[in-house]
């Protein structure tokens, strides 16, 4: 009975160290996937909830008066950083997907700070109640947006700095912006990353207002029920106008199928 010999297995090539090429992490293709929007979209939120946090608790705790001509700094600056960040993610830039991450958990750490300072502020500081109200009222919308967040570093490949090219969601292509089959495409990229600047310019604008003006203090403390409800809704009055025109969007829509 003859036997063969078995062939030895050539050793594999090494594969050479270049981004996102023989199964190493690296560059994405352009596009974020449509699996990461949710959290692109909660992104500008946490961001700019978690910089109002800071911008009031350090002006209350350095004592330091930010009502003149520090305004639009503030707006340039965040809405600078979302842009920058946005703009990377959308050409799937690694060292985006790094600051995307980073960046979150840097403003999850300041989240239970702006929180228990907010309450210290409540609590010894009765002339800033005011200012911890709006703090925590805005904490509790910021909770949600965390979530979806975190669960799409759980959920979206793409989104991990170490995943490799074989794992990465496909990047959503933007069509024409006019009609696919009747019915009107969603923006893509660059229409969300406008969407969201523009809303956390505005976003920023409100509250920043809001915190520096002196009738939502006065108001909540007067005793009267139409002006504390008032103070109470003006709050999360910005959440309050999208969370409508979204719900009309969606009823708006439901009639359009059921009349085709």
Not at 126 to 151: K, T
Request: net charge positive.
């Amino acid at each position: 009975m003859s036997s063969a010999k078995r062939p030895q297995a050539t050793p594999q090539h090494k594969p050479t160290l270049r981004p996102a090429v023989n199964g190493l992490p690296g560059n994405r293709p352009p596009g974020a996937p449509q699996a990461a929007t949710g959290a692109l979209m909660a992104f500008f939120v946490v961001e700019g909830l978690t910089l109002i946090g800071l911008y009031g608790c350090l002006a209350r705790l350095i004592g330091f008066d930010f009502s003149s001509g520090y305004l639009l700094v503030e707006i340039m600056v965040a809405a600078g950083f979302l842009l920058f960040t946005f703009v990377g993610l959308s050409r799937g830039k690694l060292w985006a997907v790094k600051l995307f991450r980073w960046s979150t958990h840097a403003f999850a750490v300041a989240y239970p700070v702006i929180i228990a300072y907010s309450l210290f502020i409540y609590a010894r500081r009765p002339e800033d109640s005011a200012l911890a109200v709006i703090l925590l009222v805005l904490a509790v919308f910021q909770l949600p947006a965390f979530f979806v967040i975190y669960r799409s570093f759980a959920r979206v490949r793409w989104l991990d700095p170490v995943s490799l090219p074989s794992e990465w969601e496909p990047p959503a292509r933007s069509t024409n912006p006019r009609v696919s089959d009747g019915a009107p495409v969603k923006p893509g990229i660059p229409g969300w990353l406008f969407l969201s600047v523009l809303g956390l310019a505005v976003m920023l604008r409100y509250y920043i207002g809001l915190i520096r003006s002196n009738w939502v203090g006065e108001w909540l403390g007067s005793g009267n029920v139409l002006q504390e409800a008032a103070a109470l809704i003006a709050i999360p009055g910005p959440f309050l106008v999208i969370g409508i025109t979204l719900w009309l969007n969606r009823r708006a829509r439901l009639r359009r199928r059921v009349s085709e």
